[in-house]
C-alpha cells in the first residue's frame, strides 16, 4: 500500500526532457517515413498512405505499450523477465516452422499473428538486455565466478545470437552479440574474460561469413561500390547521390528524387538517405543530434539509477537504440557494408517501431526511479 | 563506486569512444555531402539521364530510336509470399516461374533484383492492372531508357543493339556509342541529356529490296549464310548491308551468336574464282600481260617445279583452248591465270594485292572487322603465287571485296568504304559530314576500264560464267566465284562446303552500283557461284535500275533528274457549263471554284459522290452548285 502511495507521487517525476525528446523522434521518424514512402506506396499499393498508415497504427500501438510499461513496478518486470525471455525465444523458434514463418530476403524473420508480420528477433534485443541486468544485479557479488554468474549469461545472450544468426541475419547477429558483450564490459566483468568472449566472436564470425558468399560480395561491393554500379554496389551508390543532391539545406521536404525510382526500397534501411537529400546537412545534423539528446539523456539515467539494475538495464536499452542509429547511418552514408539494421522510428516496420517505444517507456519508468530518493525498488 | 556495480571508469571509456563515432560519422556525412567537387559519384555511370541519338538511313527514315520503357524491379525484405509473386509475375510476364521462384530464393541475391527489363507496353499494361488486383509488396515498375528498331531486322547487323544499361553492344550503336550517347558531365539533376543523331549511308528501300531477295534466295538454298551488299560505285558508301540468318535488335538476346554475327566484316573466306578480276588487274598494271595476250589452256598448268615437288597441277573444269586476257575471265579459266601469273614477280603481286586492301581492315567502322588473310611474299611456296591468282590460299571478307571493286569504278582509285553518312547534334547542326574518301591509286585507269570491259564479257557472252545474270538493255559486269571452304576440322578442302559467290558492276559504260552476292554452303542442286548467285544479281539489277536511274533501254526509261515532282492539281477550269466534279477532293474543288461566283451548297466531307446540276449543264444567273461529299 505504501508502494503504491509512493507510485502515485513518482508518475510526475518521469524525465520531461527525455519524454520531449522522445515525441520529437517519433513525429520527425514519421513524417521522414511518409516522404520517403508515398511515392513507393502509390506504387506497389495503389495508396500513397500505405505505409503512413501501417506506421501510425504501429506508433499507437506501440505507445500504448510503452505507457503500460512506463507504469509498471520494476519488481514486476523483473519477475516477468525470464518468462519473457523464454517467450522470445519460442516465438523465434516459430519463424523456422515454414507454414507460420513468413520467407522474405532469403530468411525467415516474420511469423504471421492475425494477419500482422511479426518480427519476433526485435525483442530479442529487449529481452537479452533486460535478462543481462537481470542477473548481473542478482550476482553481482560473484562477478569474479565464471560458472555462476558470467556462464547462464553467455550462455543466453549465445542461443539467442545463435537464433537469429539462423534466421539469416548475420548483422542482426552480430549486433546483438556486442551489444552483450558491451554491456558485460560496462558491468565490470573481468577483462580476461571479455577479451576471450571477442576473439570467441571473431573466430565464429570469420567461417560465417565464408560460408555465405553473398556477405563477402557485400563486403567487396561496399569496399568498391563502382565495381558492379547495377548490382550489389547499386543502393549505396544512389544513396551517396541522394545524400550528394542535399548538401548544406536539401532540395526539400517532399520533393526528393531518389525515392522516385532511383534507390529501391527508400522508405525501408535507406529512409536516412531521402531525408538527406530533401533536409540536407542540417536535417542530418538535427536528428542525429536529437538521437545523441536522447542516448545522453538514457546514459545519465543508466549513471543515476538506484540500483545495478537500473544502471545496467537502462544502459543497455539506451545502447540498443543507439547502436542501431550509429549502425544504420553508418551503411547509408557508405561506412559500412549494407545489412538489415533499420533506423528506429524512420524506417517502415511495425515491430520495429513496437519495441523501440516500448524501450522508451521502461526508459522513462526507469527515469522516475533515477529521480525519486524515497524508495528502493531494487530488490530480487 | 563499488566494484560490484557498473564500472564506471569503463563507462567512460565507452561513452568517450560513443562520442568520437558519432562525431566521425557527422564528419562522414559533411564530407559526402558538403564537400565540393566530390567526384566519385560522379564518375559513376549515368544511365537513366542520357537520352540517346537515333540512328537514321540516308533519308532520315528511323531505324533506332530511345523509348522510355517499364523495368520490373523486387526489393526482396518487402515480398510477403515470394510462391505467389513468381506465379502472378510469370504469368505477366511470360518468364519462367520456376526460374523466377529459384531467383527470389538465391541466397546471393537477397535485396534488389530487377525481375525483366525494359518489357513492352502491354506486358507493363497487363502489370498494372494486375498490380491493382492483387497486392505484390516489394514489386515495382521503374523507367528506364529503352532502344526501340521500328525497322526490326532491317539492317540489323549494321545498326547492332543496345543492352539494357544504355551501351551499345554490337554494331553502329557499339563504335559509335560515345558519339550517340556522350558522357554526361552533370550529375543529380533531372535534365536530360541527349545524344548525337547518326544518318547512315543505307537506303532504307533498297535494304528492304535487298532483303527480300536474299530471303527468297536464302529460302530457296538453304545455305549457311547469305550476303549482298549494294555500294555506290563512285562514292564507296552502302545502299544495303544484308546479311542472313539476321536477327531482330528489339529482342536481340533471344538470338544464337550466330544469328547476330555481322558476316560480311567477320567471316574470312577463300574468294575463289572473283579474285581473278583483281589478279588479271595486277599483272596487267605491272606490265606483265596485255588484253591481247593470248594463253593456250588446253593442257593443265604443270609447270616443271611443280612435278619436281610432286605438287598436284592446276587444272580447269573444261577444254578452253587458246584464250585472251577476257577469254580468261569469260571462261574463268585456272590455268590461264596461273599462266599469268608467271609474267611477275611474287613480291610485286603481293604488293598489289595489299595495295587493293587486302589483308587490311578496310577502317568501316564496325565491331570485329577482320584482317583477312594474305601471308608475305617471303612466306609464299612455290605453289602460292599461281594459287592466290585464283583466289585459293588467301583470307578475304565480303567487305574486303566489294572495296577492292571501287577501284575499276574509280579510274584506278581505291576508296573507303562508308557506312556513316553524317552525324548530327541534337540541335540539328551537322558535326561531322563523312565525305568521299579516296585511299590510293592502285591500277591505271586504262586497266580499270580494261577489266570492266572484260567483266562485261563474263556476263553478255553465251559462254559467261555470269551469263544468267544478263538483263537485257544493260550493260553488266561481273564474276563469278566458287571457293571450297576449308574444314575447320580437317584443314583441308571440304567437299561439301562451297562458297558461292558473284561480283557484279553495273552499268558498264558509267558504273552506278557495285553488288556483291555470297551464299555460304548452297544446299541445292548446284553449288557453283556463276549458277546460283547470278540470278541474285539479275533480280537486284531490274529492281534497283530505275531506282538509281539506270537505264534500261528495252524499258524505255529516262533517267530522271533527282528533284521530285509534285503532280499537279486536279482543277478544273470553270467556263459556260458544269464540269464533272465527282471524285475530286473538297479542297480541290473550293480551290477550283475560288474565282467563279456561282453559289454553293456544299454537304459532307471527303470526296465528291454527288452532283447538281450534272456535268456538262449551261451555267445561267440561277445555277446553284449542290455537291454531296463522302
Redesign the interface.
Known amino acids: 500500500m505504501r508502494r503504491f502511495e509512493a507510485d502515485k507521487i513518482i508518475m510526475n517525476m518521469s524525465d520531461s526532457g527525455l519524454k520531449g525528446v522522445m515525441f520529437l523522434l517519433t513525429g520527425t521518424g514519421v513524417s521522414a517515413l511518409f516522404s520517403a514512402s508515398y511515392h513507393f506506396g502509390r506504387i506497389a499499393a495503389n495508396n500513397p498512405f500505405y505505409f503512413l498508415n501501417k506506421q501510425l497504427l504501429w506508433i499507437f500501438l506501440g505507445s500504448f505499450f510503452g505507457f503500460v510499461l512506463s507504469r509498471l513496478p520494476i519488481a514486476f518486470i523483473r519477475k516477468w523477465t525470464v518468462p519473457f525471455v523464454i517467450v522470445t525465444v519460442f516465438l523465434n523458434l516459430l519463424t523456422y516452422i515454414p507454414s507460420v514463418g513468413s520467407h522474405s530476403g532469403g530468411a525467415a524473420r516474420w511469423i504471421e499473428i492475425a494477419g500482422q508480420s511479426f518480427q519476433p528477433s526485435e525483442l530479442v534485443r529487449v529481452a537479452l538486455v533486460l535478462y543481462m541486468a537481470h542477473i548481473l544485479d542478482k550476482k553481482k557479488d560473484d562477478m569474479e565466478d565464471l560458472f555462476n554468474s558470467v556462464l547462464p549469461v553467455l550462455i543466453v545472450a549465445i542461443v539467442m545470437t545463435t537464433i537469429v544468426y539462423f534466421q539469416n541475419d548475420f548483422s542482426s547477429a552480430i549486433y546483438i552479440f556486442a551489444l552483450s558483450l558491451i554491456m558485460l564490459f560496462v558491468a565490470g566483468l573481468k577483462g580476461s574474460y571479455l577479451l576471450g568472449g571477442f576473439l570467441g566472436v571473431v573466430a565464429c564470425a570469420v567461417p560465417m561469413i565464408m560460408v555465405k558468399p553473398y556477405r563477402i560480395e557485400r563486403i567487396h561491393s561496399w569496399l568498391h561500390p563502382f565495381s558492379d554500379p547495377s548490382g550489389a554496389g547499386y543502393q549505396l551508390l544512389k544513396a551517396k547521390m541522394a545524400l550528394q543532391n542535399g548538401k548544406l539545406w536539401g532540395l526539400g521536404i517532399g520533393r526528393g528524387q531518389i525515392k522516385l525510382g532511383g534507390l529501391p526500397a527508400a522508405h525501408s534501411d535507406f529512409v536516412f538517405a531521402v531525408v538527406g537529400e530533401e533536409t540536407g546537412f542540417m536535417g542530418i545534423v538535427f536528428i542525429l543530434v536529437l538521437y545523441l539528446v536522447f542516448a545522453l539523456k538514457g546514459y545519465s539515467i543508466a549513471m543515476k539509477g538506484e540500483c545495478k539494475y537500473i544502471r545496467l538495464a537502462a544502459f543497455g536499452l539506451t545502447s540498443a537504440v543507439y547502436f542501431q542509429v550509429l549502425i544504420n547511418m553508418a551503411v547509408v552514408s557508405g561506412a559500412l557494408p549494407a545489412t538489415g539494421i533499420p533506423l528506429p522510428l524512420f524506417s517502415a516496420g511495425g515491430t520495429s517501431t513496437f519495441v523501440t517505444l516500448g524501450i522508451f517507456g521502461l526508459l522513462l519508468n526507469f527515469s522516475r526511479f533515477a529521480k525519486t530518493e524515497k524508495e528502493m525498488a531494487c530488490y530480487d | 563506486m563499488s566494484?560490484?556495480?557498473?564500472?564506471s571508469q569503463?563507462?567512460r571509456i565507452?561513452?568517450i569512444i560513443?562520442f568520437i563515432?558519432?562525431a566521425a560519422?557527422?564528419v562522414?556525412?559533411?564530407v559526402?555531402?558538403?564537400a565540393p567537387g566530390?567526384s566519385?559519384?560522379k564518375?559513376?555511370?549515368q544511365?537513366?539521364n542520357m537520352e540517346r541519338g537515333g540512328i537514321y538511313d540516308r533519308n532520315g527514315r528511323l531505324l533506332a530510336i530511345q523509348t522510355r520503357l517499364d523495368s520490373v524491379?523486387g526489393?526482396?525484405?518487402?515480398?510477403?509470399?515470394?510462391e505467389n509473386t513468381a506465379r502472378y509475375l510469370s504469368e505477366v510476364l511470360s518468364l519462367d516461374e520456376t526460374e523466377l521462384l529459384a531467383r527470389f530464393?538465391?541466397?546471393?541475391?537477397?535485396?534488389?533484383l530487377y525481375i525483366k527489363r525494359l518489357i513492352s507496353p502491354t506486358e507493363s499494361h497487363n502489370l498494372k492492372i494486375l498490380?491493382?488486383e492483387v497486392?505484390?509488396?516489394?514489386?515495382?515498375?521503374?523507367?528506364e531508357q529503352g532502344r526501340n528498331y521500328p525497322e526490326k531486322e532491317l539492317a540489323s547487323h549494321l545498326i547492332g543493339y543496345v543492352g539494357t544499361?544504355n551501351t551499345g553492344l554490337d554494331g553502329i550503336e557499339y563504335t559509335f556509342n560515345q558519339i550517340l550517347a556522350p558522357p554526361s558531365i552533370t550529375?543529380?539533376d533531372?535534365k536530360i541529356l541527349y545524344g548525337n543523331d547518326i544518318y547512315l549511308t543505307i537506303d532504307v528501300n533498297t535494304q528492304y529490296i535487298t532483303e527480300q531477295i536474299a530471303r527468297r534466295a536464302f529460302e530457296e538454298h538453304k545455305p549457311e549464310s547469305l550476303m549482298i551488299m549494294v555500294m555506290d560505285a563512285k562514292t564507296g558508301e552502302f545502299y544495303s548491308y544484308v546479311s542472313l540468318p539476321s536477327f531482330d535488335p528489339n529482342n536481340f538476346s533471344s538470338y544464337s551468336r550466330e544469328e547476330r554475327n555481322n558476316l560480311p566484316a567477320t567471316l574470312t573466306y577463300e574468294p575463289g574464282s572473283v579474285m581473278k578480276i583483281f589478279s588479271l588487274a595486277s599483272f596487267m598494271e605491272l606490265g606483265g600481260i596485255k588484253p591481247q595476250d593470248t594463253f593456250d589452256t588446253s593442257n593443265s598448268y604443270n609447270p616443271d617445279i611443280f612435278k619436281k615437288y610432286k605438287i598436284p597441277p592446276i587444272t580447269d573444269l573444261g577444254q578452253y583452248g587458246v584464250l585472251d586476257t577476257t577469254g580468261i575471265l569469260v571462261h574463268s579459266s585456272n590455268v590461264g591465270t596461273a599462266m599469268a601469273s608467271d609474267t611477275v614477280r611474287s613480291i610485286d603481286h603481293y604488293n598489289m594485292l595489299k595495295n587493293f586492301g587486302f589483308g587490311n581492315k578496310t577502317g568501316i567502322p564496325l565491331p570485329g572487322e577482320s584482317n583477312g588473310i594474305l601471308n608475305t611474299a617471303k612466306k609464299w611456296s612455290i605453289r602460292s603465287k599461281p594459287t592466290i591468282a585464283i583466289g585459293q590460299e588467301i583470307g578475304v571478307s565480303a567487305l574486303q571485296m566489294i572495296t577492292a571493286a571501287t577501284v575499276f569504278t574509280n579510274s584506278g582509285i581505291l576508296l573507303k568504304p562508308k557506312i556513316i553518312d553524317k552525324v548530327v547534334s541534337p540541335e540539328g547542326k551537322i558535326i561531322k559530314d563523312y565525305k568521299r574518301e579516296s585511299v590510293r591509286e592502285v591500277v591505271s585507269p586504262e586497266v580499270a576500264e580494261s577489266i570492266l570491259l572484260m567483266m562485261e564479257q563474263a556476263v553478255s557472252s553465251p559462254q559467261g560464267t555470269v551469263r544468267r545474270a544478263q538483263v537485257p538493255g544493260l550493260r553488266i559486269s561481273g564474276k563469278s566465284g566458287t571457293a571450297q571452304r576449308i574444314d575447320p576440322e580437317t584443314g583441308t578442302y571440304s567437299d561439301e562446303d562451297f562458297m558461292a559467290s558473284v561480283l557484279a558492276i553495273f552499268p558498264t559504260e558509267d558504273p552506278k552500283l557495285i553488288v556483291y552476292v555470297i551464299i555460304e554452303d548452297p544446299k541445292g542442286q548446284s553449288y557453283y557461284g556463276g549458277r546460283i548467285a547470278s540470278p541474285i544479281v539479275k533480280e537486284l539489277a531490274e529492281t534497283l535500275s530505275p531506282y538509281y536511274g539506270i537505264a534500261i533501254e528495252d524499258n524505255q526509261l529516262l533517267e530522271h533528274s533527282s528533284s521530285v515532282i509534285i503532280p499537279s492539281r486536279n482543277f478544273l477550269k470553270i467556263d459556260s457549263t458544269i464540269p464533272d466534279f465527282k471524285g475530286m477532293s473538297k479542297r480541290d474543288v473550293l480551290f477550283s471554284l475560288d474565282n467563279s461566283d456561282i453559289p454553293l451548297n456544299l454537304k459532307g466531307e471527303g470526296w465528291v459522290v454527288f452532283q447538281f446540276p450534272p456535268a456538262g449543264e449551261e451555267i445561267n444567273d440561277e445555277t446553284t452548285l449542290y455537291l454531296e461529299f463522302k
Open positions: 566494484s560490484n556495480d557498473i564500472n569503463r563507462f565507452f561513452l560513443l563515432v558519432t560519422l557527422i562522414q556525412y559533411a559526402i555531402m558538403l566530390n566519385s559519384v564518375d559513376a555511370p544511365f537513366p524491379t526489393w526482396i525484405p518487402e515480398f510477403k509470399n515470394k530464393n538465391d541466397p546471393t541475391r537477397q535485396g534488389f498490380m491493382g497486392k505484390l509488396p516489394g514489386i515495382r515498375l521503374e523507367k544499361d550529375t543529380g533531372e
